[in-house]
């Protein structure tokens, strides 16, 4: 009889890909991609860009993947959420404060339908006005632990943050050891 094989993790996928291994680079693009755009998306309020963003990290990832080291006890996706993060929040370095809050809006997928009724679409519009009016690092840690669902501190340290930092930036109180 025999022993069935356990499946790939992301991390056995990023070995195989740094060395040039396709089908493993393309599993880490299908699993995660619409994950990583969402979330470039809700950053920077342009789908256009999102997708150039997420697109070059894929690319760099393919042409250097001995970046993401696994010896440091970082999940894959974590590492490249940092990085898609870090892109988004350089882009928006960059472009400044430019976008109107009127402009700032949930993607399409997330977006209330035409169903919906008034005080959902009051609901949406008021917490896309909210979000507009955060800066960006707060936008995004809130970005990730409510719309991604990672853990706090998988989003502290997809920021470069202590965890008690990310805590206090989206307003949970610190959970105690227990």
């Known amino acids: 009889m025999a022993?069935?094989?356990?499946?790939?993790?992301d991390e056995d996928w990023a070995r195989k890909a740094a060395l040039g291994d396709h089908a493993a680079f393309s599993e880490l693009v299908r699993k995660?991609?619409?994950r990583f755009f969402a979330v470039a998306y809700r950053l920077l309020r342009n789908g256009d860009e999102a997708e150039e963003i997420v697109q070059n990290a894929y690319l760099k990832f393919w042409q250097d993947p001995k970046k993401?080291?696994?010896?440091?006890?970082?999940?894959?996706?974590?590492?490249?959420?940092?990085?898609?993060?870090?892109?988004?929040?350089?882009?928006?370095?960059?472009?400044?404060?430019?976008?109107?809050?009127e402009s700032f809006e949930i993607h399409p997928d997330a977006a209330p339908?035409?169903?919906?009724?008034?005080?959902?679409?009051?609901q949406h519009q008021a917490l896309n006005k909210a979000l507009g009016e955060l800066p960006e690092r707060q936008r995004a840690a809130l970005t990730l632990c409510f719309w991604e669902?990672?853990?706090?501190?998988?989003?502290?340290?997809?920021l470069g943050l202590r965890l008690k930092a990310l805590q206090s930036s989206i307003g949970t109180p610190a959970q105690k050891p227990g």
């Open 3 to 9: 022993i069935p094989s356990s499946p790939c993790s």
């Open 68 to 101: 993401f080291n696994p010896q440091k006890n970082t999940k894959w996706s974590t590492w490249f959420y940092r990085v898609v993060v870090n892109a988004c929040l350089d882009r928006l370095g960059k472009r400044g404060r430019e976008v109107s809050q």
């Open 32 to 34: 995660y991609s619409d």
């Open 113 to 122: 339908s035409v169903e919906s009724n008034m005080a959902e679409r009051e």
């Open 149 to 158: 669902g990672l853990s706090n501190q998988e989003a502290a340290d997809v």
